[in-house]
């Protein structure tokens, strides 16, 4: 730890551990948006592959392209013979250890199987000195990070016992080296520590663990975020972060109510946020705020009122215009959703795309009428059906659906209704350098110039640049991509423009 503290010390930061929070990473400099905090291999990590990430990936920088199969242990996967050398150190083990195992109980192995697997590999090899113990790369590291063993239930409590087992059956370790209730340990450890990697655009590739990073605390109001630039995780700042002062990233998506928030919070790591947001909950604000997000509309079409539940239980009250909608009523549209979104998920996910298109467009419409135009739901829904129409090739509907996610992530910066949103305007309902938002900008941008429509295109890929330059790093090789795009549409416009004077 002494040591950990010292190489983080040369990077102007300092680990504090404080009595409510248990360790929290300070800054002992300022950082400007943009600006790496701090950055790290993994300790150790593994591809995924499931349903919204079906391919197969290099074991060590997660591509997909040029794959080719272990030859000794037909279970992982290079991209090239580079990556195989890095990879080769931990895996010339881990290889034997897997073409041990039954055929048809490799196949079966899950991520967080082979990611515990490899951890113990890897300690052995750092015990044996094949692999140097530095300060940031140990296992002490590892051991320093939280279990939350007592607030696992009893059940769960059985299935990390089980994976355990597992694990110690592909080692085939003597009991003296294996200890499975520490195991089983380590497996809640990985539940609330380990990171998912995703790519630029934050699709999911694989699960890594960072354990220094794991030091970062989470914030509702983030002042940093965490991307990954191929296994490498990097921490940005994404406002001016005064020396002294806690670096935090959200863990989970801040586009929610704050019970939403909690709850997630709550489930996966086992504890109640008390950020600027989240100690809103239960006042005005934050009920107006839940309302609009995840609530329903005024029965008045015209009417842009949010609805809170009226005290004789009946329904639910315009706060506008005081119209009643009838409990009974939102009922039948619940149920009604939730048959429609089972049907739709089930033909998205058996490749039925023409029928998901229809039973994801009913959805919206049913939504429209029945939530607030601001609503997560609806959102998620137009994020579905924007990949649909992606898939099927679709530009114009895709760069319909795109621009009508935007503005739910821009929620802070919509003046259309400023008095009911003045307040989450004041909390900053995301952070302003919300990645996400900067990724559908992008998006946007690129389909607007597709279809031709270059100076739409133009203020498009702006917007994306201006946020994704200091969420994912400007010298990064999917900023400098942008860039490249964003010059080409200004020089096409600049270009229609003289020939329009012309004429
Ligand atoms: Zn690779
Ligand atoms: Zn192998
Ligand atoms: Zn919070
Ligand atoms: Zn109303």
Not at 221 to 230: A, I, K, M, Q
Not at 368 to 389: A, D, G
Not at 443 to 464: H, I, N, Q, R, Y
Request: charged share 25%; hydrophobic share 35%; aromatic share 10%.
């Amino acid at each position: 730890m002494e040591e950990l503290k010292n190489s983080l010390n040369d990077k102007r930061l300092q680990v504090l551990t404080l009595p409510e929070k248990g360790r929290c990473l300070f800054t002992s400099r300022d950082f400007s948006p943009g600006e790496v905090i701090i950055s790290e291999n993994p300790y150790v990590s593994v591809p995924n592959k499931n349903k919204e990430s079906p391919q197969w990936k290099c074991e060590w920088c997660f591509s997909s392209a040029n794959l080719k199969k272990c030859s000794a242990c037909h279970v992982v996967w290079y991209c090239s013979s580079q990556c195989q050398k890095s990879d080769w150190k931990l895996h010339r083990v881990e290889c034997q250890a897997l073409s041990k195992v039954d055929k048809e109980r490799v196949k079966s192995l899950t991520p967080s199987i082979r990611l515990m697997v490899k951890l113990y590999l890897r300690r052995k090899l750092e015990n044996e000195k094949i692999f140097p113990s530095t300060a940031t790369e140990n296992y002490k590291n590892v051991e320093a990070l939280v279990s939350h063993m007592s607030d696992v239930d009893e059940k769960q409590l059985v299935l990390y016992g089980q994976m355990a087992n597992l694990v110690n059956l592909i080692l085939q370790w003597p009991d003296s080296e294996i200890n499975i209730k520490e195991v089983a340990e380590n497996f809640s450890k990985l539940a609330c520590n380990a990171h998912t990697i995703c790519d630029s655009e934050l699709r999911p590739l694989g699960t890594g663990l960072y354990p220094v990073i794991s030091i970062i605390n989470h914030s509702c109001l983030p002042n940093s975020v965490l991307v990954f630039e191929g296994r490498l995780a990097v921490v940005r700042a994404v406002e001016h972060i005064p020396k002294g002062t806690e670096v935090i990233i959200s863990y989970v998506e801040t586009a929610g109510s704050t019970i939403t928030r909690q709850k997630a919070l709550k489930e996966q790591y086992f504890f109640s946020c008390t950020c600027p947001r989240c100690i809103k909950m239960g006042q005005s604000d934050d009920i107006r705020e839940s309302a609009i997000l995840e609530g329903y509309c005024c029965k008045n079409s015209g009417c842009n009122g949010f609805l809170l539940r009226d005290s004789d239980d009946k329904g639910f009250i315009c706060q506008q215009c005081g119209l009643l909608r009838d409990k009974e009523e939102i009922k039948y549209i619940v149920s009604e959703l939730k048959l429609m979104s089972e049907k739709a998920s089930l033909s998205l996910s058996s490749g039925h795309i023409n029928e998901a298109r229809k039973a994801y467009k009913m959805i919206e419409k049913l939504q429209v009428q029945s939530y607030h135009s601001f609503s997560i739901n609806l959102m998620r829904t137009r994020e579905t059906l924007l990949k649909i129409f992606m898939e099927m090739q679709d530009w114009k509907e895709a760069l319909t659906y795109c621009r009508l996610t935007i503005p739910v992530y821009e929620i802070p910066l919509s003046f259309a209704f400023f008095k009911y949103y003045i307040s989450l305007f004041h909390i900053g309902m995301y952070p302003r350098f919300h990645p996400l938002l900067g990724l559908q900008y992008y998006m946007c941008g690129k389909l607007e110039w597709l279809l031709g429509e270059v100076d739409e295109a133009v203020t498009s890929l702006t917007k994306a640049f201006d946020i994704l330059r200091i969420t994912h790093g400007i010298k990064t090789m999917f900023v400098t991509d942008l860039l490249s795009k964003l010059e080409e549409a200004r020089a096409e416009a600049s270009y229609k423009l003289r020939s329009q004077m012309e004429d």
